[in-house]
């Protein structure tokens, strides 16, 4: 007798026509499209994931909610892959200062911010990946085809000028992030 053993949860992503899926090993997965390509490694959850025709599937073989998390990760992964190779994200920050005023600077793979709030210091904000930062007048502009690079770019030069001890009603001076565009699928 022989026992067919079943995935538990299935999800599905659809392949548009100009993106091209490839599945190595068991689950590194390698997306090309018209704005570039990216690799990534997910042997480190639980889930097969096969290419049929022009759907990627993920497979999870464990029980509950915690195979359909699993699976549904993996799968919105893909999703912002596919979407990254096709459109790419790009996060504008805007810099706003009431009585200093902020230089702010592309150096190689960091962002130098001087004169934030009259400190002598430089603020520093790394660059994560294959991320463009340009800024232009108040606001600051990044760009790539990987979300998680772009966002975690983003967060940083945010965080860069995030001081504790200060009212925020009066002291607003900082970086903010105001608009994201091609925002993940989740």
Excluded: W
């Amino acid at each position: 007798m022989k026992l067919l053993y079943q995935p538990y949860v299935v999800e599905e992503v659809e392949i548009p026509e100009n993106v091209d899926v490839k599945i190595e090993d068991p689950a590194k997965v390698t997306v090309t499209g018209p704005k570039g390509t990216l690799i990534k490694d997910f042997s480190h959850a639980k889930v097969s994931i096969k290419k049929e025709n022009s759907k990627v599937t993920v497979e999870s073989h464990i029980k509950g909610k915690r195979g359909k998390s699993i699976c549904g990760t993996i799968a919105s992964h893909i999703k912002n892959m596919i979407k990254g190779v096709t459109e790419g994200f790009v996060y504008k920050l805007k810099i706003i200062y009431s009585h200093f005023p902020m230089n702010v600077k592309v150096e190689g793979n960091r962002v130098v911010i001087e004169n934030f709030r009259g400190e002598k210091e430089k603020r520093v904000a790394k660059i994560i990946g294959n991320v463009k930062v340009r800024v232009e007048g108040d606001d600051v502009i990044v760009e790539g085809i990987d979300l998680e690079e772009v966002s975690q770019t983003a967060a940083n030069i945010e965080q860069a000028t995030k001081t504790k001890g200060y009212d925020p009603r009066v002291f607003m001076d900082g970086i903010f992030i105001y608009e994201r565009k091609g925002k993940s699928i989740v």
